[in-house]
């Protein structure tokens, strides 16, 4: 079992920057790989970024590429999405996932552990 919780999510202007953490429980952390998903009112939910257990390999979709950076620290059982460059179009709840194996991340999302969300807001 890991239980996930997000924070770091806000309100921010076009341009500015938020970095989101994933706070999990259980001492095997560095055994799971880490996903971050975004879900804006009324789309269905999106793979924004994942990385795996060393955090060695990491995957962004195009839509973030270049401006979102995932990150992790197995010692303290986190992991980050730092987002720079924020478009109102990244405004959604943002969940980050848990699962043994990176690539099942995306494919059997229903297989992951998820945190409860945190809204990030972007104004023009």
């Known amino acids: 079992q890991v239980q996930l919780v997000e924070s770091g999510g806000g309100l921010v202007q076009a341009g500015g920057s938020l970095r989101l953490s994933c706070a999990a429980s259980g001492r095997t952390f560095s055994t799971y790989a880490v996903g971050w998903f975004r879900q804006a009112p009324g789309k269905e939910r999106e793979f924004v970024a994942a990385?795996?257990?060393?955090?060695?390999?990491?995957y962004y979709a195009d839509s973030v590429k270049g401006r979102f950076t995932i990150s992790r620290d197995n010692a303290k059982n986190t992991a980050y999405l730092q987002m720079n460059s924020l478009k109102p179009e990244d405004t959604a709840v943002y969940y980050c996932?848990?699962?043994?194996?990176?690539?099942?991340?995306?494919?059997?999302?229903?297989?992951?552990?998820w945190g409860q969300g945190t809204q990030v807001t972007v104004s023009t």
């Open positions: 990385i795996s257990g060393s955090g060695s390999i990491t």
């Open positions: 996932a848990a699962n043994p194996i990176i690539s099942r991340i995306r494919s059997t999302p229903s297989n992951n552990y």
